[in-house]
């Protein structure tokens, strides 16, 4: 979540020093061994200071969040480096953490046949037996895999040094090295999977896949792929059928069955996660979703007395003290992410109630805000939000045309986090894009910022440059 306010404000700035800090922190954590640089997707964290040895559990709300703000830098500065570890996390999570319903599993075990890290960690004599004496110098000089080892007598694999740096060093072109370590990747992967695989957490827990299905989403918009797009979209379905069997939503599934009442953090991460379904696919049914669970999570969560949120619902088990945790930990608060679901939800629907109460709960915490930043990335997020300046986009036009596929993807490709996009639908106007028509039966797109917009466009250059300038 600071990575996300580091971007954003290196965006609106043009704050170098917040550039770099978010870049070295992703960089040297993709290239640690906190990354899988054979499987894909992040462990749960580290135990030392340069992100090597760790805890090799995975954690479905780490790569959810770390997926999306890997796909930020790769907007933000065009790096394909930061686009390859968005692809590589997110197909971790399709091949390991979906179930065939739909919803993503919660995590993945440290351990398989009883030891830490067993399935992950490599000898040199391993690497060799799989990939030839060649192969495997180069691989275990650039991903540091040596006889001592770095854990427990085995090597945890990481980036020891660049591929130029390896070519100087080996005396061989760079071409080679890059071939020689795609090509062991691939191998030792499929080696890999004949190991005993760690045990899996198979439950689903809304919240998290609330997080998930937000990442998947941006992805499958920025990225095109379609592979993303049918898993946010099955996995929106799973949430809206099987967490709300009876109208009200529910937190936990397992086994077909799902209970436990849900919680703030549930209806806020689903109703974000919903929102960048609809941004990516216009269906109308996720937006009206979204809409729905967030009247019900005012009326269950929200208390006039403190203006905001509290955790449990009016009707769930009377504690001694109802709670309410404001703070961001391994995941947004059930508030900041509320918050931050409701400031872009009110642009989608035009119900200046949500931005009511979105704008109240910044209003009592801008103490907490100064005095604790780093406690509230998800809050500043939504703060940089709600004073930034945001875009309302609306497109008109059959989202299947070319040329509207083409306006569509210069307002995704853009580092733009403060924006909202919705589809021009006459059958369902809303006060967002009542009245916005195709020009000369070309898709068209409008660029506005409280409802006032610039001349509307249909041509892809024009769009970028308005996207680009202030409103005017």
Request: net charge negative.
């Amino acid at each position: 979540m600071i990575l996300d306010v580091l971007l954003r404000q290196a965006a609106r700035t043009g704050d170098r020093q917040a550039r770099a800090m978010a870049e070295l922190t992703l960089r040297k954590m993709a290239e640690g061994g906190m990354y899988d640089q054979i499987g894909g997707g992040f462990h749960r964290y580290s135990t030392d200071d340069a992100w090597l040895v760790l805890h090799f559990e995975k954690m479905l709300y780490d790569n959810a969040q770390l997926a999306r703000v890997y796909l930020a830098a790769y907007q933000l500065t065009g790096e394909p480096f930061y686009r390859r570890i968005v692809e590589e996390t997110l197909d971790y999570v399709l091949r390991e953490m979906t179930a065939p319903e739909g919803g993503f599993y919660s995590s993945q075990d440290a351990d398989s046949e009883g030891v830490e890290g067993k399935f992950f960690v490599w000898t040199p004599e391993e690497v060799r037996a799989v990939l030839g004496d060649e192969d495997a110098r180069i691989f275990c000089l650039v991903y540091d895999v040596t006889p001592e080892g770095n854990f427990e007598h085995a090597n945890i694999l990481h980036i020891a040094m660049t591929s130029a740096e390896a070519a100087r060093q080996l005396g061989v072109p760079e071409e080679r090295i890059a071939e020689a370590l795609a090509r062991g990747r691939k191998r030792l992967f499929e080696a890999r999977e004949r190991r005993v695989k760690p045990g899996r957490d198979d439950k689903v827990l809304t919240s998290w896949n609330g997080l998930m299905l937000r990442a998947f989403a941006e992805a499958a918009a920025v990225l095109a792929r379609a592979d993303y797009r049918r898993a946010a979209e099955a996995n929106g379905a799973f949430l809206l059928s099987t967490m709300r069997p009876n109208g009200r939503l529910l937190r936990t599934w397992k086994d077909g069955r799902a209970h436990i009442a849900g919680y703030l953090e549930d209806y806020a991460n689903l109703i974000d996660g919903l929102i960048a379904l609809y941004e990516l696919t216009f269906a109308p049914r996720w937006v009206e979703a979204a809409d729905m669970l967030a009247a019900e999570m005012l009326r269950l969560f929200w208390d006039d007395a403190i203006g905001g949120f509290y955790d449990t619902a009016t009707d769930q088990e009377a504690l001694i003290v109802r709670p309410r945790d404001v703070f961001d930990n391994a995941t947004p608060s059930g508030s900041s992410a509320a918050v931050d679901a409701l400031l872009r939800l009110a642009v989608l629907t035009g119900k200046d109630e949500y931005e009511r109460r979105a704008t109240a709960v910044l209003r009592s915490f801008v103490s907490y805000l100064q005095r604790a930043p780093s406690a509230f990335g998800r809050l500043l997020a939504a703060l940089d939000f709600a004073v930034g300046d945001p875009r309302e986009i609306v497109i008109a036009g059959d989202p299947a045309e070319p040329a509207t596929e083409a306006l569509l993807a210069r307002v995704r490709q853009p580092y733009l986090p403060n924006k909202v996009v919705a589809l021009a639908d006459p059958t369902r106007p809303t006060p967002l894009t009542e009245g916005k028509v195709p020009v000369d039966g070309r898709p068209t797109a409008y660029v506005c910022r409280r409802y006032i917009c610039e001349a509307p466009v249909s041509d892809p250059a024009a769009l970028t440059a308005q996207l680009a300038g202030p409103i005017r």
